[in-house]
């Protein structure tokens, strides 16, 4: 199978490629900046402004849309701004174009990566941005699945090493979350993808834990001896964050926080994806 990967340079979208190759699939990655990778036939191009998306699609039996920005992901923390503004341009924008490209190519399956929970927190600008994204594939003339997940390990590393600079510490009291490892959500795409799976679906992590409770792992897995405040949160709020990142019922992962901090610990620091 030929298959087309968005947002292939980060963390998501570069074990969706290794998936894919492992099982001896092509895969082809659109980026605005080309690796020297050649396990990979690489398109150079933008989302943002649709450089390169008919090259990329041309020919592909598959897409899997893994490609986003989120200006708070890149920077490990939220600004106030954030939660008002997010851009439209790879999230809405860009798979507009990608999907009109697609559909036009005759590219016979498309997978998009979204977030477990975007209902919850509708007010949020990035969360708004991946709804919109949900309708414009919802509406695609070609068979789609929409693949959510909880958060990612990775992120909340970024989101704790932060705040653990901070002169105090504190973290929402009654909040809780199931996050998960992005390395296994990428099998669980992989495997939708091959199996032909459409409709929704959604994957989170093996437990579910109050983000006080995330913290206290992570600064004793790299030695922080920390006091955490815990901060109130009003009530209707708490039970929205907590809907929106634990997805009872759904598929859930092996690898605990615990387990993935030790790992993380051997391998160094996370790598800072980018958007495609």
Sequence with gaps: MNVLVTGGTGHLGGAIVAGLGAQG??????????????????????????????DAVAGVDAIVHAATNSPAARRGRLR??????????????????????????????????????????????????????????RGSLIPSSIVR??????????????????????????????????????????????????GAETFAGPETLTLVELLEQYLDARGHRRRIRRAPVPRRLQRALT????????????????????????AGPAELPLAA
């Design 149 to 198: 997940a909880t958060g990612f390990y990775w992120l909340l590393e970024r989101l704790f090493a932060g705040m653990a600079e901070q002169r105090v510490l504190a973290a929402p009291a009654h909040v809780s979350m199931a996050p998960v490892d992005s390395d296994e959500f990428a099998a669980f795409v992989v495997d939708g993808l091959l199996a032909g799976r459409t």
């Design 80 to 137: 106030l701004g954030d939660l008002v503004h997010s851009p439209a341009d790879v999230d809405v924008d860009g798979t507009r174009t990608l999907l009109s490209a697609a559909e036009a190519a005759g590219v016979g399956r498309f997978v998009h990566v979204s977030i477990a929970g975007l209902e919850h927190m509708k007010g949020l600008g990035y969360t708004r941005r991946k709804l919109e994204a949900e309708e414009i594939v």
């Design 25 to 54: 699939h092509r895969v082809r990655v659109l980026a605005r900046r080309p690796r020297p990778d050649a396990r990979v036939a690489w398109i150079a191009g933008d989302l943002a402004t649709g450089e390169g998306i008919a």
């Design 243 to 266: 809907a929106g990142s634990t997805a009872p019922g759904a598929p859930r992962g092996t690898t605990t926080w615990a387990q993935w901090l030790a790992r993380r610990d051997t």
